[in-house]
């Protein structure tokens, strides 16, 4: 059974950081590409980070320079660093492990909300 662990979301001042894990089971951590999305209500889901299997990264342009993805694959553990966040960046976020060819598969985490107050 697959499943995608998320933690570290809550309340945070604006200015200030915070740090999302995500711990993945049942998936060959080491070939998917991890990825962190966010959504509001109203809006689409949208790509903040992703990590590569070649730990290769790509951020959502508002977030570059401020927030940073890492992966650790002895813990099949992806990471979002968060700092200098903004009250824009209030969101469920989610954690993606996918693979686009052979063997495939896209699967979610539950989410979890981070809220910054200004």
């Known amino acids: 059974q697959v499943q995608l662990v998320e933690s570290g979301g809550g309340l945070v001042q604006a200015g200030g950081y915070m740090r999302l894990s995500c711990v993945a089971s049942?998936?060959?951590?080491?070939?998917?590409?991890m990825g962190w999305y966010r959504q509001v209500p109203g809006k689409e889901r949208e790509l903040v980070a992703f990590i590569n299997s070649g730990s290769l990264t790509k951020y959502l342009d508002s977030v570059r320079g401020r927030f940073t993805i890492s992966r650790d694959n002895a813990k099949n553990t992806v990471s979002l660093q968060m700092n200098d966040l903004k009250s824009e960046d209030t969101a469920i976020y989610y954690c993606?492990?996918?693979?686009?060819?052979?063997?495939?598969?896209?699967?979610w985490g539950q989410g979890t909300q981070v809220t910054v107050a200004s």
């Open positions: 993606n492990a996918r693979r686009t060819w052979s063997p495939t598969f896209d699967y």
């Open positions: 049942g998936i060959d951590f080491r070939i998917a590409t």
